[in-house]
Structure formats: structure tokens, C-alpha cells
């Protein structure tokens, strides 16, 4: 579904994601995982058409999308969430989810307000509710909860548990597993590898702006070296 083929990218002349590939099949789950600065939020920004492709391609669908601009992107139905993302603040539960679904006639937006009223309950209970008085996990529902109104074909999650505490961590991955099981495809960066390991089918490892490893977990745990430096057990 998504063909990255000999990416690079970067900064000005700082190259940060460096003759980059990767496969993510529809209907899977991919997690990346690597250490800071390895280049994770930088390859989504690229995915989206925000960090421009300096050679290599991106293709969606079999079509190439290196040179969209990103709306033209959202448009083929890569939804990215991006690292920190907050909803509105000043705006209610509602009202945040109403700006994800702005392209939608009414039928479907009552459709899709419906499906993520069903993955996150609290949203519907707190619909009237500003979303800046909510909690910090509740605030990632509304942003994973816009980011489902527009019926993504590819879900872009950068670290959804970043600053949550580990009881709400779950929490939304028991979320993003429902939501990967309704066939979303997911491209998730995340931090939390213990998580990610939970839900995921495939998992990347980034390192220095390419990928190191890729296999399923039970391959990860396996393997001595990333078992020590991504789950710290020898
Ligand atoms: N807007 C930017 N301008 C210049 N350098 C950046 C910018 N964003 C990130 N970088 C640099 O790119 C590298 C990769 O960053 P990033 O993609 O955020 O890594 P990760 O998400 O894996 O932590 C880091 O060295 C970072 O300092
Ligand atoms: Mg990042």
C-alpha cells in the first residue's frame, strides 16, 4: 500500500533520513521504533508532503505521492497525527471532531461521529466539554478521534502514549488495536516499545535515518542485541 524506496531527506544540508526503505502492506500494522533524533518524525513528515524528498520515492496505491502537497495527500486517505498533537483547546470535544469531518455531507459525518463516539465512550459523554480542561490521555482520544473522522485508508500515529501515564497507555492501544482490527492500516512511531509489541504486526527499528531491522515482534524478542537496548532484558 505504502512503498518507500531509497528515501533521503533532511534539513538544509543536514541529512537526516538517508536512502531509506520500507513496505507497509494494507491492512498491517507497522510500528517504528529507534532512538531520539534517528529520524521517526522526520520520514512521517515526509510521508505527508511537510519535509520535501531530496531522491528516492514514496508511493501510495501504486501511485507516487513524493511531489503532493499535503492536502492532496490527506485527500488519497493518509491521515497523520502528529507527535504532541493537542486538540483545540478552546473548542469542545465536539467541535474538534466537527474539524476532522468538514469534507464530509451529513449522513456520513453522523455515521463516523457515531463510530468514534463507539471507540472512545468518554468522548460522547464529554462531547460539550472544552477540550483543553480535559485530561492528557483524553486529549490524544480527541486527536486520534479527529484524525478517524476523515475514514483514513492509512492511520499516521507519531507516539501516541508520549507524557501519558501507563494505565491510559493501554488504554489507547486497546483503541488502536480495535482500529487496526476494523482494517485501517496503521504506520505507528512510538517510544513505549512494550506497547507498540502488543498490537503491531510489523515492527522497524530506525537508526541514523535508516532501518536496521524489520520483522514481527516475536523476531524483535528474539533477536539478543534489540532485546537488550529496546526491552532492556538480556
Ligand atoms: N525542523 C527541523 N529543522 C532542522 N533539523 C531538524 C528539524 N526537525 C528535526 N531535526 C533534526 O533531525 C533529526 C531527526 O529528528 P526527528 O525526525 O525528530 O527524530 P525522531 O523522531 O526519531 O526523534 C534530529 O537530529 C533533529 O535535530
Ligand atoms: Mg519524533
Same mark, same amino acid.
Given at each position: ?16 533520513? &538517508? =536512502?531509506? &526503505? ?9 510500528? /517504528? ?11 512521517? %513528515? ?8 531530496? !531522491? ?29 498533537? %493537542? ?17 464530509? &455531507?451529513?449522513? =456520513?459525518?453522523?455515521? *463516523?461521529?457515531?463510530? #468514534? ?22 486529549? =490524544?482520544?480527541?486527536? $486520534? ?5 476523515? !475514514? ?19 488504554? $489507547?492501544?486497546? =483503541? /488502536? ?43 524483535? #524478542?528474539?533477536?539478543?542485541?534489540? *532485546?537488550? /537496548? ?5
Amino acid at each position: 500500500m505504502l512503498t518507500i524506496t531509497n528515501l533521503s531527506a533532511g534539513y538544509g544540508k543536514a541529512v537526516v533520513i &538517508n =536512502q531509506l &526503505n520500507l513496505e507497509v502492506k494494507e491492512g498491517e500494522m507497522m510500528s /517504528i521504533i529507534g532512538p531520539n533524533g534517528a529520524g521517526k518524525t522526520t520520514l512521517l %513528515r515526509c510521508i505527508n508532503g511537510l519535509v520535501p524528498a531530496n !531522491s528516492g520515492d514514496i508511493t501510495f496505491e501504486g501511485k507516487s505521492i513524493k511531489k503532493l502537497p499535503t492536502h492532496k495527500i490527506a485527500r488519497l486517505g493518509i491521515t497523520h497525527c502528529p507527535e504532541g498533537r %493537542r486538540p483545540f483547546p478552546e473548542m469542545s470535544v465536539y467541535e474538534n471532531l466537527k474539524m476532522g469531518g468538514l469534507q464530509l &455531507n451529513n449522513d =456520513q459525518f453522523n455515521e *463516523r461521529l457515531e463510530y #468514534v463516539y463507539s471507540l472512545f465512550p468518554i468522548l460522547k459523554e464529554r462531547k460539550s466539554q472544552y477540550a483543553g480542561t480535559m485530561s492528557g490521555g483524553q486529549q =490524544q482520544m480527541v486527536a $486520534i478521534g479527529r484524525a478517524l473522522m476523515t !475514514s483514513p485508508k492509512l492511520l499516521i500515529l507519531d507516539e501516541p502514549s508520549i507524557g501519558l501515564a501507563p494505565i491510559v497507555v493501554d488504554e $489507547i492501544f486497546e =483503541q /488502536i488495536k480495535i482500529i487496526k482490527e476494523s482494517g485501517v492500516t496503521i504506520l505507528l512511531v512510538e517510544q513505549n516499545v512494550d506497547v507498540a509489541l502488543k498490537v503491531t504486526d510489523k515492527i522497524a527499528v530506525m537508526d541514523n535515518g535508516q532501518i536496521s531491522f524489520i520483522g514481527n515482534p516475536a523476531e524483535l #524478542v528474539k533477536d539478543a542485541s534489540l *532485546r537488550e /537496548i529496546y526491552l532492556g532484558i538480556g
